[in-house]
């Protein structure tokens, strides 16, 4: 499991006193303000967070230490990351998405097919991006119960029966 997880990013400046309006990755958006501090990508600020309000798909938020239109603005784009360890344990299968990636995948016959690069979702489901070896391109493997019927992350594993022709 990765040391840390990335809740949310910062998706530009809202108003003149410093506030943000921020995107939530968290399955109860709000729930990004209790995790407690949260950091950038290469861990060199630190912001606590205070929720304010809400914008179309997007929560309106306090960080500590951004005062002004401009500091808010600076930080457009910016991930912000927790440590794994504050957050809470997922339901049984359930899974967080970074603990999926870099995970082994096989097919019900113990072939290996690849490797988790990424997990997707364009609105239906969540799709696993699995490289496989020797190819440029990745396949995207549906994350459902019957084409992934086995999840092992103490192994660092994943057992899929994917569609015909898909690999």
């Known amino acids: 499991m990765g040391a840390r997880v990335c809740v949310g990013a910062i998706a530009g400046a809202f108003g003149v006193r410093g506030e943000v309006r921020l995107k939530s990755f968290t399955a109860q958006p709000d729930a990004i303000a209790s995790y ?62 970074a603990d999926l990636i870099g995970l082994q995948v096989f097919d019900t016959g113990g072939a290996p097919l690849g490797k988790v690069t990424a997990v997707l979702n364009h609105g239906a489901s969540d799709l696993l991006e699995i490289a496989v070896p020797g190819q440029s391109e990745t396949v995207l493997l549906p994350f459902t119960r019957a084409v992934v019927p086995t999840v092992d992350l103490a192994l660092g594993r994943i057992v899929a029966d994917p569609p015909e022709g898909l690999f």
Do not use: M
């Open 36 to 97: 407690g501090t949260l950091e950038t990508e290469d861990g060199a600020r630190h912001f606590d967070v205070t929720l304010t309000g809400q914008t179309g798909n997007a929560l309106i938020a306090r960080l500590s230490g951004v005062l002004d239109k401009e500091a808010a603005d600076a930080l457009r784009g910016t991930r912000l990351y927790v440590a794994r360890a504050r957050l809470p344990e997922p339901a049984e299968d359930e899974f967080y998405h």
